[in-house]
């Protein structure tokens, strides 16, 4: 082998360079690099040397299309603001390897259309699968036509239960927000959520009916403030909570949007949080929860923790081993300033 590389500086180093470097023909080279057994081990060691010597990245298109793939995956999302689908991506992403596995994101803003010209363009650059991730919890209709390749879906389910399809326990979170707030000693706690049309909102209220009533206790009211989402919503119930129960000493909301706007009217109606009146919420979305005021407790749903579960089922899937399965994962508490013990 030749020690001195010779390529020029105004292009990427080839294959050929390799060859010629290395001794070799083009064929043994790529052979080498694609690690096919023909090769003898000190031919493959010193074409693997003139690779390193010439930073030579094989094409990651060409060498997985020899293998039937390309190394590549499409995720949908129908999130905007990319409040779940980035935090699911970056765990996608950790599951993937770095480097490992080229995503191509795609919003397709809800639209059916726009999905399917979405899932047309992804299938048309020869993908190796799908992560299509919801904007809610509802069950969502799968994929229109016949998709040839694996598909995962996250967050939200797909309403086919043949599907693969990785989600929140809702119910289980609204316990977890109740369990935490009866550890801190309350007992008068009201539940503030959003439209009672998404399944997110019937379930966390769910889960904290059961976890009250677990403890021989119920909500103030005798049911859920249902609601919107937001924040303006939250002030208003948290106006309505306090006049129709004045005891309260605790709150649970359905979302941080909605916990952002209970905080500001408990602090214009003079209401010490946490200490009079504690406040848990719901997302752990940072740009809320870690600048609230005070900073807020929140249900953290392990987004990442749902999109490294999709990579990994995803892979499974391509593998074309036994086929994954669904499966739920619980989230948990994250703790800040605006719960605290009784007293």
């Known amino acids: ?125 020869r993908v190796d699968g799908l992560i299509v991730v919801g904007s809610d919890t ?20 797909s309403a086919d239960p043949g599907d693969i399809s990785i989600t929140v326990d809702n119910v289980g979170g609204g316990r977890l927000a109740i369990d935490h707030l009866l550890a801190c000693g309350r007992r008068n706690i009201a539940h503030v959520t959003g439209e009672p049309g998404f399944a997110a909102a019937r379930d966390r209220a769910e889960g904290a009916a059961a976890a009250l009533t677990d403890a021989g206790l119920t909500m103030l009211g005798g049911k859920p403030y249902y609601g919107s989402w937001d924040e303006t919503w939250g002030r208003a119930a948290a106006h309505i909570v306090v006049e129709q129960h004045p005891e309260v000493d605790a709150i649970f909301c359905g979302s941080d949007q909605i916990a952002r706007g ?21 997302d752990n979305w940072d740009a809320i929860a870690a600048h609230s005021r005070p900073r807020l407790t929140s249900i953290d749903m392990n987004l990442e923790r749902l999109g490294a579960v999709a990579g990994r089922h995803l892979f499974a899937a391509i593998d074309g081993g036994d086929p994954p399965t669904s499966e739920q994962y619980p989230g948990r508490v994250v703790m800040r300033d605006s719960t605290a013990p009784v007293g």
């Open 138 to 157: 509802d069950p969502r209709p799968p994929l229109a036509g016949t998709i040839p390749v694996p598909v995962v879906y996250v967050y939200a389910p």
């Open 262 to 282: 209970v905080l500001e009217t408990l602090r214009d109606l003079g209401r010490d949080v946490p200490h009079a009146i504690s406040v848990i919420g719901f």
């Open 1 to 125: 082998m030749s020690t001195e590389p010779e390529v020029p500086a105004n292009r990427a180093p080839t294959l050929t360079d390799v060859a010629k470097l290395a001794g070799v023909s083009v064929a043994t080279a790529s052979k080498a690099i694609n690690g096919r057994d023909e090769v003898k081990a000190a031919t493959r060691a010193r074409v693997l040397k003139a690779a390193e010597l010439l930073s030579f990245a094989p094409n990651a298109l060409a060498r997985a299309l020899l293998g039937g793939r390309t190394g590549t995956v499409g995720l949908l999302t129908s999130d905007l603001e990319g409040r779940f689908s980035i935090p699911i991506l970056m765990g996608a992403e950790d599951a993937f390897g770095a480097g490992q596995v080229s995503v191509f994101l795609c919003d397709a803003r809800g639209d059916a259309i726009r999905e399917a010209y979405h899932v047309r363009a992804l299938l048309s650059r």
